[in-house]
């Protein structure tokens, strides 16, 4: 694959004796814009045109502002950042398994991924398209920097997930989707603390998905309301990572805020 993206603010984490993941911020190296490529060229081509006896000519041009024929909409930002993280999360598997030695191939064809030879169980996560505030055309750049992160996990062990969140999870979907008894205890919650432990929810909810592989709302649906005070007391606190003392399913919950990941392993 060729390297057109840049991983950066990597982290390396071994969970258990079998279990390892990593994240990293994703960016693309930077390029001229439309705009500045098309003056570039019209400036080269203009002195290129300057004889020795009529330097005259470089002021004489008729110079305009170019603009771009046409601006790129949110969706395609959108599908752009998509394409990045994609990418991404590739380059970051191949990364860890450099770090570990291991010299492999994912299966791409089934659900959980593996690895062909060692049969690794692998699981990613990206922070998906940076399209919310970006319902206006924009022109002559990509806003794919500051919300591009990625995640990956590897276990030898069984079936793993993880989940990365740069944004919190809309109010009105929680109360869709979540139990009532996390419901409850969410909004007895300051909104602060209510943003981030519905979001933890959510990260614990998807990971398991991702483990199971339950449908959306089936995920969704499950009721993890006894981790929530440990959940709540995990917000209160400096650490760089917080595993949480209760087992789900013979499987650990653990919390790198800083990297806003939870993974389940």
């Known amino acids: 694959m060729t390297q057109s993206i840049l991983l950066t603010q990597v982290n390396y984490t071994q969970l258990d004796p079998s279990t390892w993941c990593m994240t990293a911020q994703v960016s693309e190296p930077q390029r001229l814009s439309g705009f500045q490529l098309l003056i570039a060229n019209d400036l080269w081509q203009s002195i290129n045109a300057i004889s020795p006896t009529n330097t005259s ?33 590739r380059l970051l598997l191949q990364s860890l398994l450099d770090q570990l030695h291991i010299h492999d191939i994912l299966d791409e064809t089934a659900f959980p991924y593996r690895l062909i030879n060692s049969k690794y169980y692998v699981c990613f996560s990206h922070t998906g398209a940076n399209s919310k505030n970006n319902t206006k055309h924009i022109a002559h750049t990509f806003d794919t920097q500051s919300n591009n992160k990625v995640a990956v996990i590897l276990s030898r062990h069984h079936p793993v997930g993880i989940d990365i969140e740069a944004t919190n999870v809309a109010w009105h979907v929680v109360k869709r989707f979540y139990p009532d008894s996390e419901i409850a205890i969410l909004q007895s919650l300051p909104t602060t603390e209510r943003n981030l432990v519905a979001k933890l929810l959510w990260q614990i909810k998807e990971s398991h998905i991702k483990i199971h592989q339950y449908t959306l709302a089936q995920g969704l649906a499950v009721d993890y309301s006894h981790l929530m005070a440990d959940l709540i007391s995990s917000i209160k606190t400096d650490r760089t990572s917080t595993t949480l003392p209760y087992r789900v399913a013979d499987y650990q919950v653990i919390i790198f805020p800083n990297q806003q990941t939870v993974a389940v392993f």
């Open 57 to 89: 000519n470089l002021n004489s041009r008729d110079w305009q502002q170019y603009q771009p024929a046409t601006a790129l909409s949110a969706r395609n930002i959108a599908h752009h950042q998509r394409q990045i993280q994609r990418k991404g999360v």
